[in-house]
């Protein structure tokens, strides 16, 4: 991998990828099926970092980063960089470094990171959903009294993961789950997780939100206060704003809208994938999941634009969640493919053992990925297109005057 950023592919067709996480990084690698694509993942960091280990991060378990050399293709040109923005109609992206870059067709994969609008959270409350985030946090709680009060705000898996693993550590832990705890869930799953984050210890509050953060508090929407030394937010995510400041067609959240195969609605030399990628307005759930079945479609759709032909509607399917509570017990919720939770559930340690299974096979495919182009497969959702038809989804365009 090159790191050199002056040396810019032009002879052959260049396809750049923004963004070097799960999807950006399959992406990256299916595009290597064909020796006569130039491609370069521009990146912020020099190192892959495992975002469903960054709870691990804060608790001091695991350091939560692969060397790039693990992950990706060697024919893939590795730019260490920022974007700030996108010119479609140049085809070309701005750099942070003030270098311009031209290409011919675009993967947006800028994933997403934590978002609120409530009062004092961005000044008072620490993020762990990027690598920045969480080592932050880890350094505040390690300087932080052993049994100083936390709160975690947000009741999904990142929440319920932080929370238990903090406890599990001997933190003092409370988490707000908003309405109830893990909504996605099933009744069953959900009753389990309860459990044992109360066994771990852990304080839990639901049917209220978060109204305010304050310094040293939180207050509730009912007007209770809460004592907090560190308040930790995992409440809501969105994508970064370069798309819709770039004047691309976003949905409410930031993702690139995108035709059924990940193509934008605005420009069919730009296609979207992971967490950043809504395709008819109809997004799947941001998860790692959707992210390493996503990258490899859009590289697809990528490869069958540059050989001239229609690319396939893409088809992604789910298996359901998996959730580590402390590095002892865990939660595995089957699901149906369309990811609506099912009763089948997979509890405690197997359960653990697991997720840390998951975990090391999502960067073992990327690897092998990286080494056997089309190797990495995505399941089947059946249902999908009829669920696009009945919601008869039409991607708001430009010349519509609605808002991005």
């Known amino acids: 991998m090159n790191l050199d950023k002056q040396e810019e592919p032009m002879s052959k067709p260049h396809v750049v990828v923004i963004g070097g996480g799960y999807a950006g990084v399959m992406a990256a690698n299916r595009l290597t099926k064909r020796d006569d694509v130039a491609i ?160 771990l210890g852990v304080g839990i509050v639901e049917g209220t939100r978060v109204a305010e953060v304050m310094a040293g508090r939180v207050r509730l929407d009912n007007g209770r206060e809460l004592t907090s030394e560190v308040t930790i937010w995992t409440a809501g995510f969105a994508a970064p704003d370069l798309a819709r400041a770039s004047g691309l067609t976003t949905d409410e959240l930031g993702r690139l809208i995108t035709d059924e195969t990940l193509t934008s609605v605005d420009d069919h030399r730009i296609v979207a994938t992971g967490d950043a990628a809504a395709p008819s307005g109809l997004a799947y759930r941001m998860s790692c999941q959707a992210a390493n079945q996503l990258g490899p479609l859009a590289g697809e759709t990528v490869l069958a634009r540059l050989a001239g032909a229609t690319p396939e509607p893409v088809s992604i399917g789910f298996v359901g969640q998996c959730i580590s509570i402390g590095r002892d017990l865990g939660l595995v919720n089957f699901s149906h493919r369309d990811d609506s939770a099912v009763g089948a559930r997979l509890r405690g340690t197997p359960a653990a053992k697991v997720k840390e299974l998951v975990c090391r096979s999502t960067v073992w495919a990327l690897g092998m990925e990286a080494r056997r182009p089309g190797s990495a497969f995505s399941f089947k959702d059946r249902s999908r297109a009829g669920r696009v038809q009945a919601a008869a989804v039409t991607p708001p365009l430009k010349e519509s005057g609605l808002s991005r």
């Open 40 to 199: 370069t993942l521009v990146n912020p960091r020099d190192h892959f970092v495992e975002r469903i280990r960054l709870h691990q991060l804060v608790a001091g378990s695991s350091e939560a980063v692969v060397a790039y050399a693990d992950v990706l293709g060697e024919r893939v040109r590795l730019v260490v960089d920022t974007v700030g923005s996108i010119d479609a109609g140049a085809r070309t992206i701005a750099l942070g470094s003030g270098q311009e870059m031209t290409y011919d067709y675009l993967v947006y994969a800028v994933g997403s990171a934590g978002t609120t609008q409530v009062p004092g959270a961005a000044e008072h409350a620490y993020g762990v959903t990027t690598y920045e985030e969480a080592t932050r946090l880890r350094s505040v709680l390690d300087a932080a009294p052993a049994d100083a009060p936390v709160i975690v705000v947000g009741g999904g898996p990142t929440g319920i993961e932080v929370a238990s693993e903090l406890a599990e550590a001997g933190r003092n832990v409370t988490l707000i789950g908003g309405d109830r705890l893990g909504p996605w869930l099933h009744e069953k799953g959900r009753a389990v997780v309860e459990r044992d984050l109360r066994r």
